[in-house]
């Protein structure tokens, strides 16, 4: 089956692609967007260099019909899910989103409602536009890096004016083994300190709710949940978090969650392995004087 992956040079991202896109095709193609080097051997590798621009959905449909594309496979990120449906429109294809099992068949396994339910489908015949959940496929090794035909975009009736890079520091959250949460019961942005030191000690990074980036405490960049990041660490502390079905959703493939949390009721503990009730403030200084003890 003719299987195309269109995703950026992210090896992690690409590599679970690979894997998905391996049930049906020996080397799928790709089509990496923006810079970057891309690892891995494929068919055929092109490369659209401005992932902004406004033509990209109508660029890639016209390469998909024209090499007959049967499945095609994006991430479940901001990017992938960005360009999927843009693209599904283009060809007048389905497209199913956030899927978390597909088998040789054409069976599909997708979460629904911000993963509170699961539902199964199969594919008659394509072209069927997929994204793919994070973490839910192990990442082929991609050996080797790639050259890249430029993809033409056409003209552009839309000008990108300024495009700004989201700051980053220390792990990516969607690749953290430990993270550590903090919501609105940690009360104001420089409590946010305690947090990024307890993760600091443990290779971590720090994540925030909506709560907690809805009051400014936090970038948008580092909310978790159904409208924030998927993420799917060893251990996740939720700290002076709620536990809202919203946040759940983004935490539903962490294998360890420990809530910290004042409230002995809150929702969050019947996610949680582990609970400590109590205020964060005596909680968090224990664990990072535990943490430092034992490093
Ligand atoms: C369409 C939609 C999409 C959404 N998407 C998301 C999403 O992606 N991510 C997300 O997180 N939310 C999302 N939400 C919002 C979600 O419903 C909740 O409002 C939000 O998660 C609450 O954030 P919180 O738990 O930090 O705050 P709160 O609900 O206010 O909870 C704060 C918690 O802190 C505890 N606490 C207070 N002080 C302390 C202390 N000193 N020590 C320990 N614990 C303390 C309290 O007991 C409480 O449990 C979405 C909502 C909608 C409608």
Not at 94 to 113: F, H, K, M
Request: charged fraction near 20%.
């Amino acid at each position: 089956m003719k299987t195309l992956i269109i995703e950026t040079a992210n090896p992690k991202i690409v590599g679970e692609l690979v894997a998905v896109g391996r049930l049906f095709s020996a080397t799928p193609d790709i089509v990496v967007l923006g810079p970057g080097e891309l690892s891995g051997s494929y068919g055929a590798a092109y490369r659209v260099a401005d992932t902004l621009g406004a033509n990209i959905g109508s660029a890639l449909a016209e390469l998909i019909r024209k090499e007959g594309y049967e499945l095609i496979l994006l991430s479940a990120t901001a990017i992938g899910a960005g360009i999927a449906g843009p693209l599904a429109v283009c060809l007048g294809a389905p497209i199913l989103s956030e899927v978390t099992g597909i088998g040789t068949d054409l069976s599909i396994e997708r979460s629904l409602y911000g993963s509170k339910a699961v539902a199964n489908y199969k594919l008659e015949a394509g072209p069927l536009v997929l994204t793919i959940k994070r973490k839910y496929f192990e990442a082929a090794v991609l050996e080797g890096s790639a050259t890249t035909i430029d993809l033409p975009v056409g003209p552009q009736r839309i000008t990108l004016l300024e495009e700004i890079e989201e700051e980053r520091q220390g792990v990516p959250l969607e690749d953290a083994e430990v993270i550590v949460t903090g919501g609105r019961g940690i009360g104001a942005a420089e409590n946010f300190a305690i947090l990024k030191e307890m993760a600091g000690l443990v290779n971590g990074a720090v994540g925030a709710s909506r709560g907690a980036v809805d009051e400014g405490w936090m970038p948008p960049g580092a909310q978790i949940g159904q409208t924030g990041k998927i993420v799917a660490p060893s251990v996740y502390f939720a700290v002076g978090v709620s536990g809202a079905s919203q946040h759940l959703a983004g935490i539903s493939n962490a294998k360890c969650v420990v809530a910290i949390n004042k409230d002995n009721e809150a929702n969050i503990y019947k996610r949680a392995r582990f609970g400590i009730v109590g205020d964060y403030k005596k909680v968090v200084p224990a664990l990072i004087k535990a943490l430092k003890e034992n490093a």
